[in-house]
């Protein structure tokens, strides 16, 4: 299996299954002297790993991250960075009634076509566990982005729970972390809570959106045509387990405005930049960063392991009926937020890096 790996000069390569011996990633291309230790990395884990609330997956791990090379001293070398995660919690005859069964909604099916073998425990590469790899990976672009441009924040959100979304007039960012939903509405909050409890018990699951703002990246990251900055993080949104479809900004939104309502004026500050009436671009314009906050949604889809019967077929072509037992999120959207945290914060250092080492500073000025 190829194509494990993402990233321009800033590469990041995941590897390991959900039920094997441990996971990870290989970083590299970070620069040296970048200050950074497990705990740092672990904060940004610890986020994520599962069994936190009766809303996620009750597989305990603790996801303790390893540091193996690139870092010396406490600070990065220049050389590339292996980080492990172990594996302490799996439970693979949960998955043993479906090693001959395809999963619907599952890649169990694509993952047999292709290469004629597949992990049914937990679903091997497929799994969301895989995505503990990219926030141990992010974890460290964050270091490296607040060493070189000090003041970028990112930061995700849930803001719809199948067809139950929140209401923006009422959007407060105290609140994200405040419930177990990273939601920025405490009504909806609390809404969402007897909403999931009811499809856990029925053992159903239901799918989520999610929405990654980046503020204070500067203007000029990303190349036109095909080094669009937008480019890049529609790609690692979607490459995320169980995405669906990514948007940046107004998105297809944008589709149902007129040039007049899309338009986002521009006027100068008080401080000599460039302000901005509104942000249906969200924050990129051809391809490059415009100085706003950056703005990228996606919707991820139910989870396919659920204890309704489904219909299904083996793989020697017979008719069956699937139930899979085991421990599954009834909304995998949830452990999607630091997830997408981090492939923002990989795909915004590697840009960062590719632009000084084109451009430097941004040549043009204005005023």
Request: with cysteine; charged share 20%; proline share 5%.
């Amino acid at each position: 299996m190829s194509l494990n790996s993402f990233g321009h000069l800033f590469r990041v390569t995941t590897w390991g299954e959900s039920h094997g011996p441990a996971l990870g990633a290989t970083v590299d291309g970070c620069p040296p002297g970048v200050t950074i230790d497990e705990a740092q990395i672990q904060h940004w884990l610890d986020r994520r790993k599962p069994g936190q609330s009766k809303y996620t997956t009750q597989r305990r791990e603790p996801d303790q991250v390893k540091i193996l090379s690139g870092v010396f001293e406490g600070q990065t070398t220049g050389t590339p960075v292996q980080l492990m995660i172990e594996n302490t919690d799996q439970r693979s005859k949960d998955y043993s009634e479906i090693a001959e069964k395809f999963r619907p909604g599952h890649a169990d099916i694509t993952y047999w076509q292709k290469y004629g073998i597949r992990d049914y425990r937990g679903g091997g590469r497929s799994s969301a566990r895989e995505t503990a790899a990219r926030v141990a990976a992010g974890g460290l672009a964050r270091a490296a982005l607040n060493a070189l441009v000090p003041g970028i924040e990112i930061r995700g959100y849930m803001t719809q729970i199948g067809p139950h979304g929140i209401d923006r007039d009422r959007f407060d960012r105290d609140q994200i972390d405040a419930n177990p939903f990273w939601c920025p509405d405490a009504q909806a909050a609390g809404e969402w809570a007897g909403y999931l409890d009811a499809l856990r018990k029925s053992g159903n699951s239901v799918g989520a959106v999610v929405e990654v703002v980046a503020r204070g990246v500067p203007a000029g990251l990303g190349a036109p045509v095909y080094g669009k900055l937008d480019t890049d993080l529609a790609a690692a949104m979607m490459s995320i387990n169980a995405v669906k479809g990514v948007e940046i900004g107004e998105g297809m939104a944008a589709a149902t405005l007129t040039g007049e309502d899309n338009a986002d004026e521009i006027f100068m500050g008080n401080d000599g930049q460039p302000v901005y009436s509104s942000n249906h671009a969200g924050g990129i314009l051809g391809g490059i960063s415009t100085g706003q906050d950056v703005v990228v949604r996606f919707a991820v889809k139910p989870t396919s392991s659920i204890l309704k019967p489904r219909q299904t077929i083996t793989k020697s072509g017979e008719a069956a009926e699937i139930i899979t037992k085991g421990r599954h999120d009834p909304c995998v959207g949830i452990r999607a937020v630091p997830v997408g945290e981090a492939m923002m914060a990989c795909v915004l250092l590697d840009h960062l890096l590719l632009h000084r080492g084109q451009i430097g500073e941004n040549r043009g000025r204005i005023g």
